[in-house]
């Protein structure tokens, strides 16, 4: 799988708009960007995957650039809950038997 | 999305002792089950991907008779810490994926602290 890259720490206030980039240049054709959160002392919580277009769900925004070596996680309001790591994980889908690899990831802080 | 659950959360024991770990996919049969360390500010780190009924693939540098996993059902995976130590105690989390499914899904953890 290929290799990303994320800034250590971000911060953010409350409110506003948190955005984390994460480069994956070397990323290949058939790898999709994942992006999964941990808060404190809980296990990994899914947040959003995708290929090469843009998505969206109910916790957040996915924005891949159009070489697909770099990606941006958009969370578009961000509360004091969404303060936690942030791991961007780029693999081959419907590996059965791979384990998600996980990098160091960015440390979000959101305060008031 | 699919829930995963660990059991227990924390637990405390003596050095030497054995504690043994279950993990429970409630509402999807989990084909493949990975079992995840994490120490304090560090990120979580693969042990073992097990398959159901089959043996566990450890990754390079995890004791495999230290850290027995069964995976008998496809619902129910468990890991035993041997002989725990101080330096076993860690947060360990177990995660699951059905055969037809992208998501990985994470269980809550497991607190072990060895004294």
């Known amino acids: 799988d290929a290799k990303t890259t994320q800034p250590p720490s971000m911060d953010c206030a409350e409110g506003r708009a948190a955005n984390l980039p994460c480069n994956h240049s070397t990323i290949s054709g058939n790898e999709y960007v994942y992006w999964y959160r941990q808060i404190h002392s809980q296990g990994p919580q899914y947040i959003i995957h995708?290929?090469?277009n843009n998505e969206t769900n109910e916790m957040a925004s996915l924005i891949i650039t159009e070489d697909r070596k770099s990606s941006t996680l958009i969370l578009p309001h961000a509360t004091l809950r969404d303060t936690a790591v942030y791991y961007c994980i780029v693999r081959v889908a419907k590996q059965a038997g791979t384990a998600l690899i996980f990098g160091k990831g960015t440390t979000l802080s959101v305060s008031s | 999305g699919a829930v995963v659950s660990q059991h227990p959360s924390r637990v405390i024991c003596k050095s030497g002792t054995s504690v043994k770990i279950e993990c429970r996919s409630l509402d999807f049969q989990a084909t493949t089950m990975f079992w995840y360390r994490q120490f304090p500010k560090q990120s979580l780190m693969l042990m073992a991907t097990?398959?159901?009924?089959?043996?566990?693939?450890?990754e390079q540098g995890v004791e495999k008779d230290k850290f027995l996993i069964n995976h008998a059902s496809l619902t129910l995976s468990t890991l035993t810490v041997t002989s725990a130590h101080p330096e076993d105690s860690s947060f360990y989390i177990c995660?699951?994926?059905?055969?037809?499914?992208?998501?990985?899904?994470f269980g809550p953890g497991t607190r072990l602290t060895v004294l």
């Open positions: 995660s699951a994926r059905s055969g037809s499914g992208n998501e990985q899904f």
């Open positions: 995708g290929l090469k």
């Open positions: 097990s398959n159901e009924g089959s043996k566990a693939t450890y």
